[in-house]
């Protein structure tokens, strides 16, 4: 009998259930987890539902259709799509999403009149990125939809009948003709979207809950022992019958003293380890001692998790280990986020070239799944599951990837990490004749636009299968996500060590997907978990107005992740807690208020006001009218200050004006520059609000301003500050009645530890108070002590 069956009979709780930080019985994590994620689930495909509904209009251009990529049914053709601004606060695809589209203009034919509806797309690479545009507006702004569209039609009279009707609408000769290309406002057509409400996110999740926790007959179809071992320990940290300890320094030797010339690595790797600071060399000694293969490091704001992870990872890949089967040690590198994975990639690339460490690194934003019914979710059992051979099918991706990459002359950056596609591409072109001539043919014939048949077609997805097993099987470093990486994934790509960055934020079944489906030498953490937490849609029974909507009763246990239940019961095995980021004592009062003052500065007396940092301490004190300000935050009071609703949204025009007003002329000002940039740079500006209207309001004026000064200024909600920063901050907190929901630790937390050399919070005085009932009113338990500090310290200014 599988877990789920078992717990079927439970009822749901009508209240909020207070999460747990350790479960003993693991009926206890099957249920809640397992339920709380189906009423996601169910919330997510009625989010989706009603945002089909709302169909907003999209601006696109159909550019040509793409050679080699038509079929007996259907003709690709290149879309390239006006994004939607900031302001309109419209969901787009990314990458991975599955949609459809519809055409808002109809085709008069003498066959009759034909709808272009109900389209299949896909966003792919933009092939004119890399161009300069001579036309009115650059098409490489613009994103890359790639749509199939029937070859077939019915008449008026019922019969099929051959037609191109996209034609039509044709902007250029070709996808080649990129100097012709232009995105002129005349010739746009208006489409709109239509989401899967399929979601492979909660899929993959329940499949590693249930490959940990159903029974399995077959051997084969049940997790690694270790991963047995690891989950058993994150059930309950503090009670575990017994613990295997791995010793990552027996595994890699060069670990143990990465300087000594035999192990030849790379200077700048031996110096980048030497500029570890005694936290960092704590993290490394601890790989010593890794109980059960789970290791999780905490690391406070600017204390170099990310670069941890790096220059570990290139030490260990830098030597071939003495019981590895492969030259260079496999790694896994998981992100829960798909930009932050291109960043992740992109940056080790960087590091790796800068090194001369020759290594096969890909980012993958997805993985070719059949997305199986909806329906599934709800079952026990892992047959459902498991993925089979047939179902993996990379010929679509990789077709489009060699048919963009023929016609267009843009060319990726090799300045970044390539994804499978690109990699996959480029491998086949070095090894068209030798490896692939069977597929190097049918390429050919689809190039002169011959529709293939079905078993020219099996023999494309069975090559392409091959060369894409290939390439996995040669790489050294993966970036990618968990969804991506669950089930057949792991098949193909068997990683010694996986890393999972910024794991607070995933969901506690999102951190079981490595555990489930990978048995590396070690699972490795790294995250702070009083900065971020898992995202989860469903709030409390008020606030579910939309029929069809449920309410989540383990919504907080779902907001709890992996790694917060470990610092809970003191289990993470160390921190980091040195700011390297931050000057002018911008450190102290988040390290006070939330670090139990703990996390430090990273840079001494003499050092904490670089010149650049001093010129802004001028700024403060010239803002204020005062004779000194002992760090650069100061909390600003605006007298005119009235907070507006709009779109069920917040926005202050008082803030707002006096607040572009000072980035202006702190732009204007030539002695404002960078700390980590080039000596003399611009300094950079952070306008953060927790308001999504205050945001876009921001961003509507932004972009008025030359581009050297919008290349200096970023615009971001605090909820999408994370991993972001600048020299200095503006903080508009935008409300005047009440606290809002900026009186959250972790939220808060973020919003002021952005900033490198200066913070601005723009505050009225009523957000240190909320109201618990009726007209009873209190002091904000983290908001206040935000205030309170400034009036302390003499910088909260009134103006």
Not at 54 to 77: D, E, Q, V
Not at 78 to 97: C, G, Q, Y
Not at 343 to 350: I, K
Not at 628 to 645: F, G, I, T
Request: proline residues 5%; charged residues 25%.
């Amino acid at each position: 009998m599988s877990a789920s069956s078992a717990l079927a009979v439970r009822v749901l709780p009508e209240q909020t259930v207070t999460p747990l930080f350790a479960f003993p019985e693991q009926d206890e994590f099957v249920w809640r987890h397992e339920q709380g994620t189906l009423i996601e689930l169910h919330n997510e495909q009625e989010a989706l539902k009603r945002m089909n509904e709302r169909r907003f209009p999209l601006k696109a251009w159909p550019i040509a259709p793409i050679p080699g990529l038509t079929t007996s049914f259907t003709k690709s053709w290149l879309f390239l799509v006006k994004i939607p601004m900031a302001e309109a606060n419209v969901d787009f695809p990314s990458m991975t999403d599955r949609f459809t589209i519809d055409m808002e203009s109809k085709v008069d034919r003498p066959e009759g009149t034909f709808s272009l509806v109900h389209l299949p797309a896909a966003r792919v690479q933009n092939p004119y990125e890399g161009l300069e545009n001579s036309g009115n507006c650059s098409t490489k702004n613009f994103a890359a939809f790639k749509v199939d569209v029937p070859r077939s039609w019915q008449s008026d009279d019922g019969i099929n009948v051959e037609l191109d009707l996209m034609s039509n609408f044709q902007t250029a000769s070709s996808i080649s003709d990129a100097t012709n290309i232009t995105v002129a406002h005349q010739k746009f057509q208006i489409i709109t979207i239509k989401w899967d409400t399929c979601s492979l996110t909660f899929e993959a999740e329940l499949a590693a809950l249930r490959h940990l926790t159903d029974e399995h007959r077959l051997d084969e179809l049940k997790p690694h022992k270790m991963s047995v071992k690891a989950f058993q320990m994150i059930k309950d940290f503090n009670n575990v019958p017994f613990i295997h300890s791995r010793d990552l320094f027996d595994e890699f030797p060069q670990l143990k003293n990465p300087g000594h010339f035999s192990h030849r690595i790379s200077r700048v790797l031996v110096d980048k380890f030497k500029t570890l600071n005694a936290d960092h060399r704590a993290a490394f000694e601890g790989l010593k001692n890794i109980p059960n293969n789970l290791y999780f490091v905490n690391g406070c704001p600017g204390s170099g998790k990310t670069e941890w992870n790096m220059v570990l990872s290139a030490i260990i890949q830098s030597k071939k280990s003495p019981n590895s089967r492969r030259r260079h040690t496999p790694i896994l590198f998981l992100v829960d986020i798909n930009k932050t994975v291109d960043d992740a990639a992109n940056r080790y690339h960087s590091l790796c070239k800068t090194a001369g460490l020759k290594l096969r690194i890909i980012r993958m934003h997805g993985w070719p799944y059949e997305m199986r019914n909806s329906n599934k979710l709800n079952k026990g059992g892992s047959k459902g599951h498991q993925e089979s051979e047939s179902e993996l099918d990379f010929s679509k991706k990789f077709l489009t990837i060699a048919s963009l990459s023929r016609h267009t002359t843009s060319g990726r950056n090799r300045n970044e990490a390539p994804t499978l596609d690109e990699a996959a591409w480029e491998y086949f072109e070095r090894h068209q004749d030798g490896c692939f001539p069977g597929l190097k043919k049918l390429l050919v014939r689809m190039e002169t636009g011959e529709a293939l048949g079905t078993e020219d077609w099996r023999s494309i997805r069975r090559q392409v299968s091959f060369l894409y097993r290939t390439v996995l099987s040669q790489t050294d470093f993966i970036a990618t996500t968990p969804v991506a990486a669950y089930g057949g994934f792991s098949k193909l790509f068997e990683p010694d060590l996986v890393f999972m960055d910024e794991a607070p934020h995933a969901r506690e079944l999102t951190t079981l997907i490595p555990i489930a489906y990978y048995s590396p030498l070690a699972w490795i953490f790294t995250g702070d978990v009083k900065q971020t937490r898992p995202f989860v849609k469903s709030t409390g029974k008020r606030d579910i107005k939309n029929e069809g909507m449920k309410f989540n009763p383990f919504a907080e246990q779902l907001r709890v992740s992996t790694m917060a239940r470990a610092a809970a019961v003191n289990a993470l095995n160390c921190k980091l807690l040195v700011n390297k980021r931050a000057y002018g004592n911008l450190h102290r009062l988040p390290s006070k208020m939330f670090y139990e003052a703990e996390m430090i500065s990273g840079h001494d007396e003499a050092s904490m006001y670089p010149p650049s940092a001093q010129q802004l301490k001028e700024y403060l004190k010239k803002l204020g009218g005062v004779p000194d300000v002992n760090e650069n935050r100061v909390v600003v009071r605006l007298k005119e200050s009235q907070e507006k609703m709009h779109r069920d949204s917040f926005w202050n025009p008082a803030h707002h004006e006096w607040l572009l007003e000072q980035v202006q002329h702190l732009l204007r000002d030539d002695a404002f520059h960078t700390v980590t940039g080039p000596t003399g740079a611009g300094g950079t500006i952070m306008i953060a609000t927790p308001y999504s209207t205050a945001a876009r309001q921001y961003n509507a004026e932004v972009r008025k301003w030359p581009k050297e000064w919008q290349d200096r200024v970023e615009v971001l909600t605090v909820d999408k500050a994370q991993g972001n920063q600048a020299d200095v901050v503006f903080l508009d907190m935008v409300r005047t009645i009440k606290a809002g929901f900026m009186d959250d630790p972790q939220r808060l937390n973020v919003a002021i530890t952005r900033a490198r050399q200066a913070e601005v919070i723009i505050m009225h005085h009523r957000m240190t108070m909320k109201y618990v009932r009726g007209d009873i009113r209190v002091k904000t338990q983290y908001l206040t002590q935000v205030w309170d500090d400034a009036v302390e310290g003499r910088r909260m200014f009134l103006l």
